[in-house]
């Protein structure tokens, strides 16, 4: 792709061929609560299939069969490759059309800043590419020269892209300078005319250095969902105010303010004394519905109201994630969509 090159960064809520989990396994961190965290893996498969395809990346097919039992497998292409963890969000492809043509992008993930060994899943986008699990005419473009997540970028579709300046300035993925430098890089990959930075606001337990998608997500061109904190004693109150203060700054392409709808911080949730990241912010748009966390506490109910005025025509599904947050990330997390006809045709099971 070159500058004169017209690309498109498709919006979540644009319509999807599918959606791919990397599914949990001994090797992983996941080893010692596998019984926990399966079931919300299969729940969420459940609801990925009753709407479009779900690619499954695994260490072993047959256990992720036994995992599911009895669905629709023609909905489900599978694709065994070695793992080191299951976070797809972040190693897996990012979907443009360039030119009218569509291709995934083949970033580096180190482990959020070489912060956890990601050797294998690194090799991920590439052996799916070689594994044809993409329809015939996808592209393959190698972006291996820049480390960059799905998470930590959020596309309206129309021009805008909405970031984080902790995690996209961070010394341990790149050597940009500032955000000037890295901000015209991304609008020549991604084609969009403006990058939208928040400087405020984070999780405590997050490992992502304050990925996008833990904090606050475009649902149409117009609106954005966030996290708000009204409790002066938790911890995150200041930083998140301060984020609030900010999105209400922004204004849309055509000048106008956004329309912000705020989630509840999640109530908060600890494992072995540490506080770990639960955020309604981490909800996944899939075609006429939006998959969203829940963690056993009243706010889930707060969180699907609103989240309901954010998408009046998409089903609002609640799925406990409470396991996934143990390992500090949630339901977006681990969870790439991928645009229309860009899954193959083919299932192969």
Excluded at 232 to 258: C, R, W
């Amino acid at each position: 792709m070159t500058n004169d090159t017209t690309i498109i960064f498709p919006a979540e809520w644009a319509p999807q061929s599918g959606v791919m989990l990397t599914w949990p396994h001994q090797n992983t961190d996941w080893r010692d609560i596998l019984d926990e965290v399966i079931p919300c893996y299969v729940a969420i498969a459940k609801e990925i299939i009753k709407r479009e395809k779900l690619l499954i990346v695994c260490k072993n097919i047959e256990d992720v069969k036994k995992a599911l039992g009895n669905i629709d497998y023609n909905q489900v292409i599978f694709r065994e490759m070695d793992t080191n963890d299951t976070w797809a969000r972040d190693h897996g492809p990012i979907s443009v059309i360039a030119n009218g043509y569509p291709f995934i992008c083949d970033f580096t993930f180190n482990g959020w800043g070489m912060k956890f060994a990601a050797n294998h899943d690194n090799q991920i986008t590439k052996k799916l590419f070689a594994s044809h699990a993409f329809a015939p005419e996808i592209h393959y473009q190698n972006m291996m020269h820049c480390v960059l997540e799905g998470g930590s970028l959020e596309s309206d579709g129309c021009g805008t892209i909405l970031t984080t300046s902790e995690c996209l300035l961070s010394e341990n993925r790149n050597e940009y300078k500032d955000k000037s430098e890295i901000g015209e890089y991304l609008k020549m990959i991604f084609g969009v005319k403006r990058i939208l930075w928040l400087d405020h606001g984070y999780l405590a337990g997050d490992d992502t250095d304050s990925h996008i998608d833990t904090l606050a997500r475009f649902c149409d061109p117009e609106t954005i969902a966030y996290v708000k904190c009204e409790d002066k004693n938790d911890e995150h109150f200041d930083a998140l105010s301060l984020m609030e203060k900010q999105l209400v700054s922004f204004k849309t392409i055509e000048g106008k303010p956004y329309r912000l709808i705020p989630l509840p911080m999640a109530d908060a949730v600890y494992d072995n004394g540490e506080r770990l990241p639960a955020t309604y912010a981490n909800f996944l748009i899939i075609n006429k519905a939006v998959l969203f966390p829940t963690y056993n506490s009243p706010k889930d109910e707060i969180a699907k109201q609103q989240l309901q005025q954010a998408f009046p025509d998409r089903e609002i599904i609640g799925i406990n994630c409470l396991p996934l947050i143990k390992q500090h990330g949630s339901l977006h997390c681990i969870t790439m969509q991928f645009p229309k006809d860009f899954i193959f045709k083919h299932i192969d099971t």
